[in-house]
């Protein structure tokens, strides 16, 4: 189970974080929840998509905080599916590239179409070098334009 340390500049912000991500994702819903007496979290968890993670607030300062070494993979079923996650998620614009993001918390995610993972998997070495050409300059994925250079249009 994935464990969100809350230090640094997003430090007492655990609980508003798992708010915001409950209400972002579908079918998510919230465990345990354990507050300290100053109200920071001990220990929280909640499940997104299936996925169930833990999240805490550092008791003491910490120098450090979320950075790219950790990203949350969204698969999306279709280009609204990826608008709408990006719209939610997205809060530095200048960390975008290749469908990755950082949100408010700054934690990074990765909003994707699910039918890229069957491109990659089942295309030739030219179909997939296409696709590569074709995300690497992309910030959020445009699916069309995945499928356009997949069938070598």
């Known amino acids: 189970m994935p464990s969100l340390l809350f230090t640094g500049p997003v430090r007492g912000r655990a609980d508003e974080a798992i708010a915001f991500w409950t209400s972002t994702f579908g079918g998510a819903r919230r465990g345990e929840l354990v507050r300290s007496g100053d109200g920071n979290v001990i220990f929280a968890d909640f499940m997104l998509e299936g996925q169930w993670f833990a999240a805490m607030d550092n008791p003491q300062d910490g120098d450090f905080t979320f950075n790219e070494a950790v990203s949350f993979i969204v698969r999306c079923d279709d280009q609204r599916e990826i608008d709408r996650?990006?719209?939610?998620?997205?809060?530095?614009?200048?960390?975008?590239q290749?469908?990755?993001?950082?949100?408010?918390?700054?934690?990074?995610?990765?909003?994707?179409?699910?039918?890229?993972?069957?491109?990659?998997?089942?295309g030739t070495p030219e179909q997939i070098a296409c696709i590569t050409q074709a995300f690497l300059p992309?910030?959020?994925?445009?699916?069309?334009?995945?499928q356009r250079a997949y069938d070598g249009r």
């Open 98 to 122: 290749c469908g990755w993001l950082k949100d408010r918390f700054g934690l990074s995610w990765q909003v994707v179409p699910a039918a890229m993972d069957r491109m990659m998997r089942e």
């Open 138 to 146: 992309m910030k959020k994925f445009d699916l069309a334009a995945l």
């Open 85 to 96: 996650y990006w719209s939610a998620l997205s809060a530095a614009p200048e960390a975008e």
